[in-house]
C-alpha cells in the first residue's frame, strides 16, 4: 500500500519505496526437483502399477457412466484424503493417455 505522506488516514506516514523481498526458502518446499521426478519416473517404469492402481486403470478403461466418480470413491479408501485421491486420479488418467498414445504409435 503507497503511503500518502499525511500524518492521518488510511494510507498514512512517510512516502516510502515498496521493496521487492527476496523469496524464503521455506516458500519452495515441496516444489518437485529435476532430480525426484526422474528417481519417481524411473521407479514407475521398474515397478510398474501397484494392485490398486491397475484396478483404478481397468476402471479407467471400462469406463461408464459416473466411473470418475467410482474411481475418486475407491481412491479415497485406499488413500485416505480427498486431494491425494483426486491426484491419484489424475495420475493414473495420465498413465493411460501415456500407454494409449505408446500403442497408437506403435501402429
Known amino acids: 500500500m503507497a503511503r500518502s505522506g499525511l500524518a492521518k488516514g488510511a494510507n498514512s506516514g512517510h512516502i516510502t519505496e515498496q521493496r521487492e523481498r527476496a523469496a524464503r526458502p521455506s516458500h519452495s518446499k515441496g516444489k518437485l526437483g529435476k532430480r525426484t521426478a526422474l528417481c519417481r519416473e524411473i521407479a514407475r517404469e521398474v515397478a510398474g502399477l501397484s494392485p490398486y492402481e491397475r484396478r483404478i486403470l481397468d476402471m479407467i478403461k471400462t469406463g461408464g457412466s459416473a466411473a470418475d466418480k467410482r474411481i475418486y470413491k475407491f481412491a479415497k479408501r485406499r488413500l485416505g484424503t ?26
Not at 480427498?82 to 501402429?107: F, L, Q, T, Y
Open 82 to 107: 480427498h486431494k491425494r485421491a483426486v491426484a491419484k486420479r489424475e495420475d493414473i488418467k495420465a498413465v493411460n493417455s501415456k500407454m494409449r498414445a505408446k500403442a497408437a504409435g506403435a501402429n
